[in-house]
């Protein structure tokens, strides 16, 4: 919930206070940029799967292996950035001391099984570690490698079915399925611990913490003095890759 006329609140004392706090200015429009950015990468990745998908269901067979192999190119695109804002979550809280709160992973929440066992893991560990800095840096941590290693299977999952190089077709069409849930759920999660990091960050750490997202996603740095052209600058950078 973002209201610009509001102050913004203080750290809360849950993760579901944080979603629910008013962001400043700058650190809303921060989120904003990056979740549209976000979800405009993961619907032409989601609409593309459906595609090759129904495809596959009505015996379009060249159509859907067509689909899929663009489906995994819109794969790569998503994985990037959102790794990225993980890894700058993480580099920014252990070397500036940032402490978010944070959510134990629910493995319910994932369908298959590296997901569930990599959630269910986290949330052993969230009781061991007693710090709630360290239980945000294991999270994000968590999440950053789901998120690639979700992305590599999906890839060589679906050029598989592009080539049609695999026997069992059925199979590796659940597993793509199952890994582009996942991959949602590790999104979700993502803005969430982003909200609770930005609710933390102190306001004159916001344009190194910027700085970082940029490194670790390889986007160009924004034009604080031109923030409304932020959108059609992530996207030529991207069109260039």
Request: proline share 4%; glycine share 4%.
């Amino acid at each position: 919930m973002i209201d610009y006329r509001r102050s913004p609140s203080p750290r809360g004392t849950s993760v579901q206070h944080d979603w629910r706090a008013w962001l400043s200015t700058e650190k809303a429009q921060l989120f904003l940029e990056y979740e549209h950015h976000l979800e405009s990468l993961y619907n032409m990745f989601s609409v593309s799967l459906n595609e090759a998908i129904e495809c596959k269901q009505i015996g379009q067979v060249a159509m859907s292996r067509e689909s899929i192999d663009t489906t995994s190119e819109l794969c790569e695109r998503l994985i990037l950035p959102l790794a990225g804002i993980l890894r700058a979550l993480h580099e920014h809280a252990r070397h500036y001391g940032t402490v978010p709160n944070a959510a134990p992973l629910d493995p319910g929440n994932y369908r298959g099984n590296r997901g569930q066992r990599s959630a269910r893991l986290s949330g052993l560990l969230n009781r061991v570690l007693l710090s709630t800095r360290l239980q945000f840096l294991h999270k994000v941590s968590t999440l950053a490698e789901m998120v690639e290693d979700l992305g590599k299977d999906f890839r060589t999952t679906a050029d598989a079915l592009a080539e049609g190089s695999t026997p069992d077709l059925e199979r590796m069409w659940n597993e793509v399925d199952a890994d582009h849930y996942d991959l949602n759920t590790c999104l979700r999660e993502t803005f969430v611990v982003f909200k609770s990091f930005l609710i933390a960050l102190p306001a004159e750490q916001l344009g190194t913490f910027e700085t970082t997202i940029c490194d670790q996603s390889r986007l160009q740095k924004r034009d604080p003095s031109s923030r409304r052209t932020v959108r059609n600058s992530v996207r030529t950078t991207f069109a260039r890759e």
